[in-house]
């Protein structure tokens, strides 16, 4: 009889698991608790769909800092805004708190993590901002240096490099050249413009911007622990 992979690839899924002293619910809940739907359906029942949409947005904002090693270049101000600013654009992004709470039922954390972590680690650095009506992609003082060291001080040089970075051409060309005159001003003022919905932010730009953090002169922030959200982890198994 021949062997049957998916069973071999189980085999060899527990027999890893087992060499390296971790069980296979240790590695379903290395971040957070992973609900099984029944609980996520019960979740929004009794707490509602905004109540829910900021746990998810908690999470996201988490998962960000966990995935992108963070821990050193965010303070805990960051993270309390970016709680904030996370739950604005995921509103803006699925179209309203039902339909956050509805893709959450659906699929659980497991569909934010792999969608909106790179939104969540924008925010979390500054280069995306939802303070206002709608997210913008935002270009402060220190990311403007980088900019200007990676591709001169002109608007379409950095707007090249901008794309390069996974950036919509009209909005990099729009950035660039905010970036240019406040270069050639010297003015010290972040520069930004609206994200069109369709914008998915690319990791690339995530990472140039710790790049950017993580240049000489930047100031380091104190090292966060990553403490469990009590408002996220605090549900019973039925």
Not at 41 to 64: F, L, Y
Not at 114 to 138: H, M, Q, W
Not at 168 to 179: C, R, T
Request: aromatic share 6%; charged share 30%.
């Amino acid at each position: 009889m021949k062997n049957n992979p998916k069973v071999l690839l189980t085999a060899a899924a527990v027999l890893l698991c087992y060499l390296v002293g971790v069980s296979l619910n240790e590695l379903a809940e290395a971040h957070g608790k992973h609900r099984p739907r029944a609980t996520r359906v019960d979740q929004v029942r009794r707490h509602g769909d905004a109540k829910m949409t900021k746990r998810i947005a908690g999470h996201t904002i988490k998962e960000a800092i966990l995935r992108y090693k963070l821990e050193e270049i965010v303070a805990q101000e960051d993270i309390e805004r970016g709680k904030k600013e996370m739950y604005n654009f995921l509103k803006w992004k699925l179209g309203g708190p039902g339909a956050v709470a509805g893709q959450y039922v659906s699929s659980g954390y497991d569909h934010f993590e792999k969608a909106y972590t790179d939104e969540a680690g924008g925010i979390l650095l500054g280069v995306i901002s939802f303070a206002n009506k709608e997210p913008e992609l935002v270009m402060p003082k220190w990311m403007q240096d980088y900019l200007k060291v990676q591709a001169g001080a002109t608007g379409p040089a950095i707007a090249k490099y901008l794309e390069s970075e996974g950036v919509p051409k009209e909005l990099a060309a729009k950035i660039g050249q905010k970036v240019a005159e406040a270069l050639v001003a010297g003015v010290e003022r972040n520069v930004a413009a609206f994200m069109p919905k369709s914008y998915d932010i690319d990791n690339r730009l995530v990472r140039a911007a710790i790049r950017a953090k993580k240049a000489p002169g930047m100031a380091s922030k104190k090292a966060m622990p990553l403490v469990v959200d009590d408002d996220e982890e605090d549900e019973k198994e039925p």
